[in-house]
């Protein structure tokens, strides 16, 4: 079913009416601008549409083509980057970080297993030392500011959301063992083989297409801002350590800049296109993405203890994944 009723655009199988009916309630009735919604089953595509805006203060509509930031939505396409090293045999999740990045392993974090910076459980959540202007553009920098900076907390004992951090961590390991960048490996082993419009370090030719970011009020009852904002020097605070980058969101240096844990820049399409193999036990259309056993690790919770350190709120990971769980209600939860 081809529909252009109001301002969406796309295609929509009649099975699925209602979802096409809540984005158009979304654009009219709940301050929407633009968005893209994609549902994939059994890897056939049954909805794929778009509509609204891409500016607020311009009419140019937001068109099939139209990408825009994913901001932590990256974090998943990182995450496969490195369970494809590991199903390849290339990378062992439970060898010492310090086999692949030996620098890695100053002040204290000799024994972190690889497993533990998808997790969360590291501790190097955040940089306690101010990155310079633009820095998050440089990998190198980046990753020796993480090299020195000692962990949080004992590694393993909590988890706590590695906001940022996440990109160059795993940008790192993923250079170490590849050889390649992420955004580039991310690119000839993922987005290329399966013909999606997904980017980590987009090319100057498509900047073009990107919707801005509008920056939506932060919700100051949520306990990670209350924490924010009554301390300057807390762990929360310094989640945006992040050398401008998200001041510069809307920049052209921060949509170039391979920051593979809030840059990632794609549509719902492009999501949809990178998780559809993994939903079909990591193989479709002749593309293989992960084996079996990746794929069983990549669905198991191996962070559950409880609150999360940063967010201040229950949380539980598998390796690189959020799993499901009821946070919206605010919880007693210590600082780290």
Not at 293 to 302: G, H, P, W
Request: aromatic share 6%.
């Amino acid at each position: 079913m081809k529909t252009g009723k109001g301002s969406i655009q796309g295609h929509c199988d009649p099975k699925f009416h209602a979802v096409r009916d809540e984005l158009e309630k979304n654009l009219q009735e709940r301050d929407e601008l633009g968005a893209s919604v994609c549902v994939s089953i059994g890897g056939e595509t049954v909805v794929d549409l778009w509509g609204g805006k891409v500016r607020a203060d311009a009419p140019d509509p937001w068109e099939k083509d139209t990408i825009s930031v994913v901001w932590s939505c990256t974090k998943g396409a990182a995450a496969l980057c490195m369970h494809i090293l590991a199903s390849r045999g290339q990378l062992d999740l439970d060898a010492p970080v310090v086999k692949y990045w030996p620098e890695l392993g100053a002040a204290g974090k000799e024994n972190i297993p690889v497993r533990m910076l998808l997790n969360h459980q590291s501790g190097v959540a955040v940089l306690q030392t101010p990155v310079p202007a633009g820095g998050f553009a440089d990998p190198t920098l980046m990753a020796s500011m993480l090299a020195a900076q000692a962990p949080l907390w004992a590694p393993g004992t909590r988890h706590g959301y590695h906001a940022l951090m996440f990109a160059w961590l795993l940008g790192e390991m993923v250079r170490r063992v590849s050889g390649r960048t992420i955004g580039t490996f991310f690119r000839e082993e993922v987005a290329g083989p399966l013909g999606l419009d997904f980017w980590i370090g987009l090319p100057e030719e498509h900047e073009a297409r990107v919707a801005p970011v509008i920056m939506p009020a932060p919700d100051m009852e949520s306990p990670f801002f209350k924490a924010l904002m009554s301390d300057p020097t807390s762990t929360q605070a310094l989640v945006y350590n992040d050398g401008g980058l998200t001041a510069q969101v809307n920049e052209r240096a921060a949509h170039a800049a391979e920051v593979a844990s809030a840059m990632g820049i794609t549509n719902a399409r492009g999501l949809v296109g990178m998780y559809a193999p993994l939903a079909c036990g990591g193989k479709l259309k002749g593309v293989s993405l992960v084996n079996n056993d990746s794929l069983a690790r990549m669905i198991s919770t191996s962070s559950s203890t409880g609150a999360d350190a940063v967010l201040l709120l229950p949380m539980r990971f598998s390796l690189g994944y959020m799993k499901s769980i009821d946070n919206r209600r605010p919880v007693g939860c210590r600082r780290a």
